[in-house]
């Protein structure tokens, strides 16, 4: 079997759990060194990490901050779904309600039926 960091997005993939992990065990602070870790070792291809922090960070109640990540996301990888419905929730905590209608809507728009689960967060 291949050891995590052999994996591609292994390295990142690692750091980012740890950050949730932290996170939801409420040590924000060093969640926030594991996410940074996290887009560092994505080496450019930080759109996986970033949705991982924004989703960490909306879990925490941090709404702008996740906002942000997300949008990072979304930018560096429009076709991220999951990027896009953490945008949308986030926007919707943020009672940004027009720009989270129009992205759950964009969610909705390009799911297919195996991706019920994004869809259903979306609506």
């Given at each position: 079997a291949m050891a995590a960091a052999e994996k591609p997005g292994g390295e990142w993939l690692g750091k980012a759990c740890l950050g949730e992990v932290l996170m939801r065990t409420g040590d924000r602070f060093a969640a926030r060194d594991a996410f940074s870790e996290a887009i560092a070792a994505a080496k450019g291809a930080?759109?996986?990490p970033l949705t991982a922090r924004a989703e960490a960070l909306l879990g925490a109640g941090i709404f702008a901050e996740a906002l942000e990540d997300a949008r990072n996301a979304v930018e560096q990888d429009p076709g991220s779904l999951q990027a896009l419905v953490i945008k949308a929730e986030a926007e919707e905590a943020?009672?940004?309600l027009q720009d989270a209608m129009r992205d759950a809507e964009a969610v909705t728009l390009r799911t297919?039926?195996?991706?019920?689960r994004v869809n259903a967060r979306a609506e």
């Open positions: 930080t759109a996986g943020l009672l940004h297919h039926p195996r991706d019920w």
